[in-house]
T-cell receptor, first 111, second 113 residues
Framework: GQQLNQSPQSMFIQEGEDVSMNCTSS?????WLWYKQDPGEGPVLLIA?????ELTSNGRLTAQFGITRKDSFLNISASIPSDVGIYFC???????????FGPGTSLSVIP | DAGVIQSPRHEVTEMGQEVTLRCKPI?????LFWYRQTMMRGLELLIY????????DSGMPEDRFSAKMPNASFSTLKIQPSEPRDSAVYFC???????????FGPGTRLTVL
């Protein structure tokens, strides 16, 4: 079964608002990944994190590797309609383990 | 540059029929992954190959599922016989190495009636 939890499960926000979502695990991970999936497409990697406490940005997106190594956060600033999609966190416990995906956060942006 | 190519994009079949999903990874990538996505279970890794060799097939649900990678540019995922509970979107992804960034294909939406 899945070992990652994401919250919220879904979000409806107004265009221009900031977005925050998180991902938690009962286990320690050494890699956290954030993907976005557009309708009818496969997931696309947004940000990769490899070190506890690391804060990485990609345009309006910022993700952080939690210091406990059991969580990660993704923030989107000034949301726009094309931010709509499902955001997945994913993690790897060690370099030799497979990537495990969370259940996703569905984001809807109201123009 | 072409990304990961999957075919067919949609497949509708009847229970008991054999289904074959196809994937062409990005040229130069040595690792290939097959995932299944459902509402109930999310995105699950079924199997992955490195240099055409299956490395971890622990996610393959049961013996009805099999995957092959006869060469570096082609892989198949076969379900025989198919069942309604196999209905899902199946993704193929590839990367330069098992730990590298995975690039996903557009997926095959399978419906088993």
């Amino acid at each position: 079964g899945q070992q990652l939890n994401q919250s919220p499960q879904s979000m409806f926000i107004q265009e221009g608002e900031d977005v925050s979502m998180n991902c938690t695990s009962s286990s320690i991970f050494n890699t956290w990944l954030w993907y976005k999936q557009d309708p009818g497409e496969g997931p696309v990697l947004l940000i990769a994190l490899y070190k506890a406490g690391e804060l990485t940005s990609n345009g309006r997106l910022t993700a952080q590797f939690g210091i406990t190594r059991k969580d990660s956060f993704l923030n989107i600033s000034a949301s726009i309609p094309s931010d709509v999609g499902i955001y997945f966190c994913a993690g790897r416990k060690t370099s030799y383990d497979k990537v495990i995906f969370g259940p996703g956060t569905s984001l809807s942006v109201i123009p | 540059d072409a990304g990961v190519i999957q075919s067919p994009r949609h497949e509708v079949t009847e229970m008991g029929q054999e289904v074959t999903l196809r994937c062409k990874p990005i040229s130069g990538h040595n690792s290939l992954f097959w995932y299944r996505q459902t509402m109930m279970r999310g995105l699950e890794l079924l199997i992955y190959f490195n240099n055409n060799v299956p490395i971890d097939d622990s996610g393959m649900p049961e013996d009805r599922f099999s995957a092959k990678m006869p060469n570096a540019s082609f892989s198949t995922l076969k379900i025989q016989p198919s069942e309604p509970r196999d209905s899902a979107v199946y993704f193929c992804a590839s990367s330069f190495s098992p730990n590298g960034e995975q690039f996903f294909g557009p997926g095959t939406r399978l419906t088993v009636l």
